[in-house]
């Protein structure tokens, strides 16, 4: 057979095989073929978590490094990658900013250090060099290992302390961005990182076992810490990996004397919860806080054998939809149905669909059944808190779905002005338990009008129930899978 014929063949039995591929369309509409089941990479391995920002910033950040060696300095590039630049081997840490702080006698020490002219090309020798000096510590300004000396009030005493000393150096003050590092005890300064806006100081806690456990506010942690200077406060962030993540998560989310099945899946769920909240809070440095606004987390603190062993158990995996993770959610309880990611948060996803929940009904549990009555002002109060303004209270009507959760809550006043909620503004403005409940009112013996707000569960009433999945271990016997399936409608774990 000759080539030419060859390459006929070859080309006509491509066109077949392409034409069999296709999808057939009939008369009235052609539909689309399923997308096949492929699982998604991931992989970001580290997780950060914000231990305090905002409101909740401390003036000086400590840590303890009970079961290793010290620390060492250095900083975070963009892929979460770890660069060293020093060392110190106290155990007792202590960062702040460096503006300068008063003593209880009065005396105000820094922000002004002398520093020295000289140059030097890696940290072991300015810190072997300010070792020499009474007061010397090293410093990374501005890409360049640098001697600092003291601690004064102002660039004048900075100035005459150089000259006292004889010393071939001039007066600095740090940035608004530079952070210093002080034995906790003792006061004694042990480092400074000043390189601007982009990088900030990172500490790595040296473990004299497999890993360290750092006590940090009373809690203690695994993994790296980093330092953003927001005024006169710190942000302190814990760098940590995934998994000791997940482990620091479970046992705040779901009690570990529960059913490891139920403890897997609020695993698996955390797991991915995390996974898809990287860059979060972006404007503060880090993915996820540590409270109830993301997942609460402790580090080490609290967790136990049980709790590590589900976390354990799921390692590595997802809650996953057609291979996309998926974006998950998840409460304390549903008081009888979940809703849908539509209806709660504006977001349509296919295994985020409303499921009629029994489960709760076999076990008792905090806020089963709720009740809330309130007067005229304090519903105009609750709404003022979230800036809606009426006059008065006129009428309140509840909307719900298919599912008896209440999806949209319109409140009139006498003027015909109406505050319309939606979702999960339903009950977070409202301040109450859950999204189901009814409304009625009645006239009390003083002739005032009381709302009364009754209904059950805990929380948005989207994803999974902790308490329905409790509920699903213990008496049917569910699996972790069988959990996710039920409250993520066909999704799987991969």
Known sequence: MSNGVQKIIVFALAVCIALTAMPTASAEKAEAPVPAYFDLPVTVDTIKVGLRSGGTAVYEARLLNKSGSGYL????????????????????????????????????VGPWHMVLNKKFSDFESVKKYAKTLWGGFPGYINGEYKVL??????????????????????????????????????????FLLDVG??????????????????????????????YLRNGGGLTVINLVALEDYVMGVLPYEMHGDWPQEALKAQGACARTYAINNINSYIEHGFDVRNDTYSQVYRGVTGTTESTNKAASATSGEYVRYRGSVCKVYYMSSDGGATDSGANVFSQKRAYLEGVKDDNEESIEYYNKSWKCELRDANVLYRLSMSDYKLSDIADIKAVKSNMGNVIKLIISDSESKKVTLLGEDCFRVTGFNSLRYDVSSYENAQKERIWVFKGGGWGHNCGMSQWGAYSMALNKSASCEQIIDFYFSGAYLG
């Open 73 to 108: 300095f250095g900083y975070f590039d963009y892929s979460r990658q770890f660069h060293k630049l020093g060392k110190t081997e106290v155990s007792a840490l202590s960062m702040r900013g460096d503006s300068g702080f008063t003593l209880s006698d009065g005396m105000v």
């Open 149 to 190: 000396v003291g601690a004064y009030a102002d660039e004048s005493k900075t100035w005459e302390a150089i000259k006292k000393r004889s010393l071939d150096a001039k007066p600095f003050t740090g940035s608004k961005y530079s952070i210093l590092a002080a034995q906790t005890d003792t006061s004694e300064l042990q």
């Open 197 to 226: 806006e982009k990088t900030n100081l990172a500490v790595r806690p040296i473990s004299n076992s497999q890993r360290a456990e750092t006590w940090f506010a009373g809690n203690a942690y695994n993994g790296d810490f980093q």
